[in-house]
């Protein structure tokens, strides 16, 4: 496998170390080739820099990707708007030479070439494709037979469609084929490709911030699951953070949500508190000892420290 930058993004450090420490343990655990590349900036976020200057957008991307052409290296995100926003960028310039020029003239300036080179993967796809089903099958110690899991994409893992070309816009399937190669069910419903709403926060819109991600959630409860997967900060930060806000104000929810390298380090044997899972809002404790009861495996029962995650 050829080696691979790391783009962490803003949110997931500032915000999330304990992805952050997922993300790590599961590379390591498949001995996975990343590198760490000093120099990386914000992506940048398209809804706030794009809007005001798309200059500025259009250079900040491209700069990041220089750092990895550079180096002949692909770079793999944890975070899908990270990807997205350098993948539109990647896309723009490729099909625009005149405006690729002219980036490169700025670039210049500080000792840089964007030249495109390097790939650009989320890391769901990543483990899809390149990765394998099969060698995450043969892999994981624990499997989740029993459990009822539904993959959230959200709106940056498969679009812009043309320039990141990972999956089927309309009808996505990656991430629900890990869930299953995980051994759970993965769990369909209507509001699948639904935004998470969390944007709707950046501008004064809490209320109806708040409303779409209990769209999901009652849904997803209804269904009978057990957990809702991300692979995204800011879906996290919707679904676990204003779902935890909305059940101090009495609603009855509480649907774990679990992010991708999170679910997938159980799977390998890790302990719900070397992953992060303390870190959460709303508790994984019914998620966690579900499974425990479905795998014997008292080792899975959730710790006094867990056990605290999301008292009202």
């Given at each position: 496998m050829k080696?691979?930058?790391?783009?962490?993004?803003?949110?997931?450090?500032?915000?999330?170390p304990f992805l952050e420490k997922s993300s790590r343990i599961v590379f390591e655990d498949f001995e996975l080739p990343y590198k760490e590349i000093d120099g990386f900036t914000c992506c940048p976020e398209k809804s706030l820099i794009d809007n005001v200057d798309h200059e500025m957008f259009v250079v900040t991307a491209a700069r990041n990707v220089a750092l990895a052409d550079e180096k002949g290296i692909d770079i793999?995100?944890?975070?899908?708007?990270?990807?997205?926003?350098?993948?539109?960028?990647?896309?723009?310039?490729?099909?625009?030479?005149?405006?690729k020029e002219t980036v490169n003239n700025l670039l210049k300036e500080i000792?840089?070439?964007?030249?495109?080179?390097?790939?650009l993967s989320h890391l769901v796809p990543f483990?899809?494709?390149s990765v394998g089903v099969h060698k995450i099958k043969q892999t994981?110690?624990?499997?989740?037979?029993g459990m009822k899991i539904s993959a959230h994409y959200g709106c940056h893992m498969i679009r812009p469609s043309h320039a990141l070309r990972n999956d089927d816009p309309i009808d996505p399937v990656k991430y629900d084929n890990l869930i299953r190669?995980?051994?759970?069910e993965a769990v369909e419903t209507d509001t699948k490709l639904m935004c998470c709403g969390q944007g709707l926060d950046r501008v004064d819109q809490h209320d109806n911030a708040l409303h779409m991600a209990r769209m999901k959630l009652k849904e997803l409860i209804a269904a009978g699951a057990d957990?809702?997967?991300?692979?995204?900060?800011?879906?996290?930060?919707?679904?676990?953070?204003?779902?935890?806000?909305?059940m101090r104000e009495g609603e009855k929810l509480g649907l774990p949500v679990i992010?991708?390298?999170?679910?997938?380090?159980?799977?390998?044997?890790?302990?719900?508190?070397?992953?992060?899972?303390?870190?959460?809002?709303?508790?994984?404790?019914?998620?966690?000892?579900?499974?425990?009861?479905?795998?014997?495996?008292?080792?899975?029962?959730?710790?006094?420290?867990?056990?605290?995650?999301?008292?009202?």
């Amino acid at each position: 496998m050829k080696d691979f930058a790391v783009f962490w993004g803003c949110t997931i450090q500032a915000r999330f170390p304990f992805l952050e420490k997922s993300s790590r343990i599961v590379f390591e655990d498949f001995e996975l080739p990343y590198k760490e590349i000093d120099g990386f900036t914000c992506c940048p976020e398209k809804s706030l820099i794009d809007n005001v200057d798309h200059e500025m957008f259009v250079v900040t991307a491209a700069r990041n990707v220089a750092l990895a052409d550079e180096k002949g290296i692909d770079i793999v995100s944890p975070c899908t708007g990270c990807v997205s926003n350098l993948a539109t960028v990647k896309g723009e310039l490729e099909s625009n030479p005149k405006e690729k020029e002219t980036v490169n003239n700025l670039l210049k300036e500080i000792g840089r070439e964007f030249d495109g080179s390097a790939k650009l993967s989320h890391l769901v796809p990543f483990f899809h494709d390149s990765v394998g089903v099969h060698k995450i099958k043969q892999t994981i110690k624990k499997n989740f037979e029993g459990m009822k899991i539904s993959a959230h994409y959200g709106c940056h893992m498969i679009r812009p469609s043309h320039a990141l070309r990972n999956d089927d816009p309309i009808d996505p399937v990656k991430y629900d084929n890990l869930i299953r190669a995980l051994g759970a069910e993965a769990v369909e419903t209507d509001t699948k490709l639904m935004c998470c709403g969390q944007g709707l926060d950046r501008v004064d819109q809490h209320d109806n911030a708040l409303h779409m991600a209990r769209m999901k959630l009652k849904e997803l409860i209804a269904a009978g699951a057990d957990a809702l997967t991300v692979c995204c900060p800011s879906c996290f930060l919707q679904f676990d953070n204003n779902q935890f806000l909305m059940m101090r104000e009495g609603e009855k929810l509480g649907l774990p949500v679990i992010y991708f390298t999170e679910l997938l380090g159980l799977a390998l044997g890790h302990t719900a508190e070397e992953l992060g899972l303390t870190a959460h809002r709303v508790s994984a404790e019914p998620f966690l000892k579900k499974w425990a009861a479905l795998t014997g495996d008292n080792q899975t029962e959730i710790n006094d420290g867990l056990n605290a995650v999301g008292e009202l």
